[in-house]
Structure formats: structure tokens, C-alpha cells
């Protein structure tokens, strides 16, 4: 696969600013950066006189409650027949009735009692048809029997766009079965760093690759304009997430995307224009900021670029209570997003109803304007009758609804299994180990051999997809079990042994291993040392290679990763991404016929560049110096002889050493946040004056302006005072011997109760709590001048005592059930001087 000319000529674009230092937001829609759309689906004088007509009868409140999209966790049937929502969800892991195991029946069940209650207006006054949203990202994947195709990085490994629009086709048709109207795909998001937990979810590195395949996707979820666009058989798409989402600093999950505004069109707009150029009708405000505004709040980048500039007439939705992260906005308060041009909040849990409340009285009293609102009800009345929705039958009556038989059907199988085989990259096959010859005898081995949980990854029945078992995919095939079936039908055998604990000394060893799932900033990672976290698998392929039998690696990963030592200790390695439910693809390649030959070629070409170390997260080819091991596009065929070393590099001393992991310098660092909190609760603390239930913090000037907290503790109850990030972090990098948690404080107390240190992720088994009131030279209450002390943890023992700092939600919890006062200046993970005092804390 060669560079595409688009990624070839962004190359020699980019270069010309990349020593600009000015990474500000330009706002330039009116020079020749954002071109002006052709768009398929024009606007047509009866559609917008039948929308004039609705508007005229609508109240305030009807008009605001099509800006409102709850979740089915959080409303129901008489919610939406009192209020008449525009639109509904399920996020990742919510199923009708709370029901892992609902059926399909259960999910027309729902779809059509919320639709039932939105056209009733008995209650309302109103009957527009409201919609259901999903996030079908690879197959509808919410649902129990499924067809699961490979994850989008794998679909970019098979470059093949005629396969992706049929995968979308499928898609639509599983999804419709269930009486859904409307699909959060596709993903168009550029991937510029891997350590990024969402890369999976990106098709390429490569922005041609991902505004083909948009165009591809949109085809093939709506149909095609002019044909059978919006039709029975198709659902409304949205392409998701605008703007910069695979461009943040460090590749930090709802981070900051740095970058020259020329250099956002070039990389993470092409999939907006190949998406919206096939019709898409909806589009997805991003969580990330860029250049340090959030999207959910920038009104250059919803309104006057995409709207104005690219002519974009469906609706923008919001994501995951992404409102709420704008400056000086809530979950329930936020009028800055729809006056940016957001024109649906997303808005799970309960706080869609006091959101609802307050947007009707910003309307009132003038802070959002009626025409705003009018514009965002229009466009997404608009979408409603392109799609049909006013005239369609309910969802139990549509065509394809009930048809179950549908769910998993043999012939999408079919096509997943294609789109497994295409995907999988040959990196390595000395002596043209692959494909195997089927009679002889074969172990498989490895975590992920008999697992088609881990082979699904993410968004895989539930949002992390994690808690999955076998039975969980009925229909679906392991790898292991698809090798069974090939190689067995040839005459050879196969056992299974997960640890290579083998009864009979094999001929051949396929060992499956790689990450395990996570989805959006669970996945965030430091660095791609794969083995870090697995030192286990590396293990079993050399115990396997030390014994004179050939290893074959599959990898199964949603990115790629530094993986020197397992290429060093195999034969033939194959990445194989994240397959879904569908392993015999992974057999059909890997597994010959009678007679030797390949039954398939093995066409996947890497989308990402590989890793040479485990410092390369950020790997591009536009990028100078540019030395991966694999580059973009690099794939062995079974006619290439090329040869990889066995002693490929794996000491590389400081190459993953980090810049310092700041959670507080004169305020919190992205991606932290400061709360405040006692046993009954807590609060982000979003002013420079704020007080819940005893405890006080305010802002004060040390060096310069606000540079410093202070946090008052009345005594009258525990409480404390926190950082928390919204996704676990891997802070692995600093668990060595210089490692430090370094703090610069100041305490002072009235009484003898303790100072507690505490940290968080997520489970009894990595928590871990310290009184540190011993290390502190104290002095009384109301101290008359502030004598900061710094503080240095060793992080090592932290890890040591149970503390797991690869999943670090919460950092820094200082607690306390007396009266006291605390300041900070500064806190941060470094590595520490030599002769530095470090504390060593646990047993």
C-alpha cells in the first residue's frame, strides 16, 4: 500500500508550518481552508414549509424538548410521553429493562413504547416521532448474538472500501431488526498517537484512507442518495467526533488538540468531508478541546465552519454530557453550547430534566435566543423527515423488524470472516513458517486463544467490553476454535493449552495473546511497551521456542505496540487487531490447504506505523525523524522471502522516561480535576472561592496571581480534597527507583486527628491510604506566613503496597477529621535527584 497523494501532499503542507509556534485558533472560514460542500441531499420547498408550519405550532417547550436526548437508564415511557423528546439513547452497556441478555423482542419492546408515547399527544400536545440513537460501532454490538466485525483500525488494515460499505449494510440491517432508527457510526477520528486508549476506533493514520472509508460507511448505513437513501432498510448515520478527537497532546483521551488550524482541515477533517459529501445527516460535537476551547463550546468550529462554511444543513448532537465540560458550564446548565451551535444535548442521567427546565428559561429571559432555537429544531426536523420518520410505520411494523433470524445471519458472518481475513498483517514469517500445514499436530496456546471477548475488545456488549464470556456470542468462534475446525477437517490435531502446558509435544504452536478491552480513556497508556503489562506472554513464547518448536504470534491489540522481545521469540507474527466474533478468519489465513497452499492471501498493510521503541506513541510518516520498525503500509505477503531479525533491539534505557506527570501547577492539570467532598458527597470545585459541608478552598497568591489553595477543614466532620481524572491513567513510567510523587505543602492543625493520603482505581484490591501527618513540620492554626515543605512519595512502593499506578483515578486524596488548613503550591510525578529524601509509604 503506497502513501495516498492526499496523505503525500499534507506532508508537504504541514511542513511548512510546523515551525510555527502560533497554535492558536484562527478563525479563517472565509479564506480557502474549509471548502464549501457539495452535499447530495438538497433542501427541498415542501420539506421546508411543512418545518415552518410545525415551528408555528410548537411552544417553547416543545421546541426544547427536541434538544434533549436522555438515556433509557434514566427516563421513561410516560417521561417521553410528557415531554415529547426529540431523541433517546442507550450508551455502551445499557440494555431495556437493565437486561444484559434482552432479547430482540425486548428491544422492539422499547423502541416501539417510546415511539407509541412520543406521537401520543394527549399529554404533550404534540406528535412528532422521536428516534433511538446506538452506538452500533462494529455491528450492533449492543446486542446479545450479534454479528461483531473487526474493530475500525483492522477494517483500515484491508484498505478496501467495497467491504466497508457492505459491513455498513449489515449493520443497518441487524440494527433495524431491533426497531433503531439511527447509528452513532462512523468514527472518523485521524489517530496521530497510539498511546490513546480510543485508536481502535481509527481507520488510519492515513486521512485519505479515512475520508474514503467515511463516504464508504455513510453509503452503506443510509443508502445511497438518490437510490435508496433513508429507506426501510437504512438508518440515519453520524460521523463522529468533530473535530481533532486522534490529534490530542500525548494522545490523552477528551484532551487538547494543539494544532495549526490548516493542519486540523489537512488530518482530521477529510472524514467529515468524504462522510458528509455521501449524505450524512448528523454529526457529533467531540469532547476534546482544540487549541484549549472545548467543541461542545466553539461556535467558529460548530457554526461558522461546518454549518456556514461546509453547508452542513442536518443537526449536531452532543456526546456524553459533553456540555458539561465547557467552561463555566454543568451537566444540567449549559446554554454556551447551544448558542455555539450544538443543536441536541446529550444528556444522560437525571440531569436531563433540570437541563431542560434551565433552557427554557435562558430562552425567556434572552441568554439563548428563540431563533437559535428554531434553527436547531429545524434541522433536526429536518433529518426526521428525510429519514422518514413521520411516514414510516412504527418500529414493530417496519419491514425488517422481527426478523431475527437476521441478527447474526449466516451471509453477515460471511462477510465479517472477509473482513477478518483482510485484516490481518504478516510482520514477520522467516522461513515462510505460514501457512501452516494442516497435517500435523498444532497447539494453541496463549490468553487470548479460546476468548472471544478479548478478540471483540472494546464496545463489545458492554462499553468496556469487559465481563463478557464464549457464551456471550452464540454463533461466534474463537481463534482457537476456528484452527480446530480447519485443521481437524485436513487430517491434523489440535490441543489447547492456554499456559503451553502441552500432552503431547506439538509440531507447530499458534500463541494468541495481546491487550485486553477497554474503550475511549480506559485505554489511555504512557508509552506501547506491550510486555510491561504481560511479561507472562513473552514468557511462554520463549519456554516454546527454547523447546525447538516454531511460534507462530497472533496479536491481538487495538493498536501497535513495541512488541521487540515477542517478534525476537517468534517464527511468524501476525497482528491481527481486533477480529470480533468471527475467528475462523483468522484460520482461513494462517492454516493452508491439503496440499500446503494458502487457501488465502494474507493482504492486510499496516494503517499505523509500528514501533521500533517504546517512546514512539506519536509515530507519523509525514513526521521527521521517522524511524519505526514497520512503516506505514509495510505487510508481507506469502510470496515476500523478506526475513526479520530474531535479535531485534529491546534495551533502551531511558527511551520511556517522562516528562513530569503535573496534577497541580497554580491549578489542576489536564486531565485532573479538583474536588471537594465529605462521606455523603462530593463537588468539582470550578471557582476560586468554593465550600461544601466543612470543608472551604480558596485561591491565593504565592509567586504570582492564584498560584496557590488553600483548604480549611472545620472539624465538625471528615471530608477531603482530591484530584480525579475522568479515565484511569497510566502512570507506570514513574514506578521505578527514582519515581516520586512529589508534593509542596504547607499544614497546619488545632487537634491530633490524622492527615490521610489517599488513591484511587476503581477496586478494594488498589486502594491505598496513609497517614502522612508524621512527615509534616507543623505549626498552629492560622499560621501568620506560609512555610512550604516539599514531599517526595516513591511510587515504587506505593505499587509495591497495592496501589495500581496503571489505573490511577483519583491522585493525591487528602483527608482529615479535624480542624485543619492545608495549602498546596505544587504536585506532580518526577523522577527524583540523587541524595533526594524519599519517603517510602505501605509495608
Not at 481509527?202 to 479515512?210: A, G
Request: with cysteine; aromatic share 8%.
Amino acid at each position: 500500500m503506497k502513501l495516498s497523494y492526499l496523505y503525500t501532499a499534507i506532508a508537504l503542507a504541514t511542513t511548512a508550518v510546523a515551525g510555527c509556534s502560533d497554535a492558536t485558533n484562527t478563525q479563517s472560514a472565509g479564506n480557502d481552508i474549509w471548502p464549501q460542500l457539495k452535499l447530495p441531499v438538497a433542501q427541498e420547498p415542501t420539506v421546508e414549509q411543512r418545518i415552518d408550519e410545525m415551528l408555528a405550532k410548537m411552544t417553547l417547550e416543545q421546541k426544547v424538548a427536541q434538544m434533549i436526548q436522555p438515556e433509557i437508564r434514566d427516563i421513561t415511557v410516560e417521561d417521553m410521553r410528557k415531554y415529547g423528546f426529540g431523541s433517546y439513547l442507550n450508551g455502551g452497556g445499557a440494555f431495556p429493562n437493565n437486561d444484559k441478555y434482552a432479547t430482540p423482542q425486548d428491544w422492539i419492546a422499547l423502541a416501539e413504547s417510546m415511539y407509541q408515547a412520543s406521537v401520543d399527544d394527549s399529554v404533550d400536545g404534540i406528535d412528532i416521532p422521536t428516534m433511538w440513537g446506538t452506538d452500533a460501532v462494529h455491528g450492533h454490538n449492543n446486542v446479545i448474538g450479534a454479528t461483531i466485525f473487526p474493530h475500525n483500525i483492522g477494517l483500515g488494515a484491508a484498505n478496501n472500501p467495497d467491504l466497508i460499505e457492505d459491513i455498513a449494510g449489515v449493520t443497518a440491517t441487524e440494527v433495524m431488526v431491533t426497531g433503531i432508527d439511527w447509528v452513532f457510526a462512523p468514527t472518523v477520528a485521524v489517530a496521530r498517537d497510539v498511546r490513546w486508549g480510543r485508536t481502535y476506533e481509527s481507520y488510519s493514520e492515513d486521512p485519505q484512507i479515512v475520508h474514503d472509508y467515511s463516504a464508504a460507511i455513510v453509503k452503506g448505513l443510509q443508502g445511497e442518495v438518490g437510490k435508496n437513501f433513508l429507506d426501510e432498510r437504512h438508518v440515519i448515520s453520524t460521523v463522529k467526533h468533530f473535530i481533532g478527537d486522534g490529534g490530542t497532546t500525548d494522545g490523552i483521551d477528551q484532551g487538547n488538540t494543539e494544532i495549526s488550524e490548516q493542519e486540523l482541515f489537512d488530518y482530521h477533517a477529510q472524514g467529515y468531508v468524504g462522510g458528509l459529501q455521501a449524505g450524512a445527516q448528523t454529526v457529533m460535537a467531540s469532547f476534546n478541546s482544540w487549541n484549549g476551547e472545548k467543541i461542545h463550546g466553539d461556535e467558529y468550529l460548530l457554526t461558522d465552519v461546518l454549518k456556514e462554511k461546509m453547508g452542513f444543513d442536518g443537526f449536531v448532537v452532543g456526546d456524553w454530557n459533553g456540555h458539561g465540560q465547557i467552561e463555566g458550564c454543568r451537566n444540567d446548565n449549559c446554554p454556551q453550547a447551544a448558542n455555539a451551535g450544538l443543536d441536541m444535548y446529550m444528556v444522560p442521567t437525571q440531569a436531563w430534566k433540570p437541563l431542560y427546565e434551565n433552557l427554557i428559561a435562558q430562552v425567556k429571559d434572552g441568554t439563548i435566543s428563540e431563533a437559535r432555537v428554531d434553527d436547531a429544531v429545524r434541522r433536526i426536523l429536518r433529518v426526521k423527515i428525510r429519514a422518514g420518520l413521520f411516514d414510516k410505520p412504527s418500529p414493530a411494523q417496519r419491514p425488517l423488524s422481527g426478523k431475527t433470524e437476521l441478527i447474526g445471519a449466516e451471509e453477515h458472518r460471511a462477510i465479517a470472516r472477509q473482513a477478518v481475513r483482510e485484516s490481518l498483517v504478516l510482520l514477520k514469517n522467516n522461513e515462510n513458517l505460514l501457512p501452516l500445514n494442516p497435517n500435523q499436530r498444532i497447539l494453541v496456546a496463549g490468553p487470548a486463544a479460546d476468548n472471544i471477548g478479548q478478540q471483540s475488545g472494546g464496545w463489545t456488549i458492554s462499553w468496556q467490553g469487559t465481563g463478557n464470556s464464549n457464551d456471550d456470542f452464540p454463533g461466534g468462534t474463537s481463534i482457537y476454535q476456528g484452527i480446530a475446525d480447519a485443521v481437524t477437517g485436513m487430517g491434523g490435531s489440535v490441543e489447547l493449552a492456554v499456559d503451553g502446558e502441552y500432552q503431547q509435544k506439538p509440531d507447530v504452536a499458534v500463541v494468541v495473546y495481546g491487550e485486553t478491552p477497554y474503550a475511549e480513556g480506559n485505554g489511555d497508556i504512557d508509552n506501547v511497551d506491550y510486555q510491561r503489562g504481560n511479561p507472562t506472554d513473552q514468557a511462554l513464547l520463549e519456554q516454546l521456542k527454547a523447546q525447538g518448536i516454531p511460534v507462530v504470534s497472533v496479536f491481538i491489540s487495538g493498536r501497535p505496540m513495541y512488541v521487540n522481545p515477542e517478534l525476537n521469540a517468534s517464527d511468524a507474527f501476525v497482528a491481527a487487531w481486533l477480529p470480533g466474533s468471527e475467528g475462523q478468519g483468522v484460520a482461513d489465513v494462517i492454516i493452508a490447504d491439503e496440499n500446503g497452499e494458502a487457501r488465502y492471501p494474507v493482504r492486510g498493510k499496516l494503517p499505523f506505523s509500528w514501533p521500533k521503541t517504546p517512546a514512539q506513541g506519536r509515530l507519523n510518516a509525514d513526521q521527521q525523524p521517522y524511524d519505526p520498525l514497520f512503516k506505514l503500509g509495510y505487510g508481507l505477503s506469502y510470496d515476500d522471502s523478506t526475513e526479520v531479525s530474531d535479535t531485534l533491539p529491546t534495551d533502551f534505557g531511558d527511551a520511556v522516561a517522562q516528562a513530569d506527570a503535573v496534577v497541580f501547577e497554580r491549578a489542576p492539570q489536564d486531565p485532573w480535576s479538583l474536588h471537594i467532598g465529605h462521606a455523603e458527597g462530593r463537588t468539582e470545585v470550578t471557582s476560586s472561592i468554593q465550600s461544601l459541608n466543612g470543608v472551604t478552598t480558596e485561591t491565593f497568591d504565592d509567586r504570582v496571581q492564584e498560584d496557590a489553595r488553600l483548604f480549611r477543614f472545620d472539624g465538625q466532620q471528615p471530608g477531603f480534597f482530591t484530584f480525579v481524572s475522568p479515565f484511569p491513567r497510566d502512570l507506570r513510567a514513574f514506578a521505578n527507583d527514582q519515581g516520586v510523587l512529589s508534593v509542596t505543602l504547607d499544614a497546619s492543625f488545632a487537634d491530633d486527628e490524622a492527615l490521610d493520603l489517599a488513591f484511587n482505581c476503581g477496586a478494594d484490591a488498589c486502594q491505598g491510604q496513609y497517614n502522612i501527618r508524621q512527615y509534616l513540620a507543623e505549626d498552629g492554626i492560622n499560621p501568620q506566613q506560609t512555610e512550604w515543605q516539599q514531599l517526595d512519595f516513591s511510587v515504587s512502593c506505593l505499587a509495591d503496597d497495592g496501589v495500581d499506578v496503571a489505573k490511577l483515578g483519583e491522585i493525591f486524596r487528602l483527608q482529615t477529621a479535624g480542624q485543619a488548613e492545608v495549602r498546596i503550591r505544587d504536585i506532580r510525578m518526577t523522577q527524583a535527584q540523587p541524595q533526594q529524601d524519599v519517603i517510602c509509604l505501605g509495608n
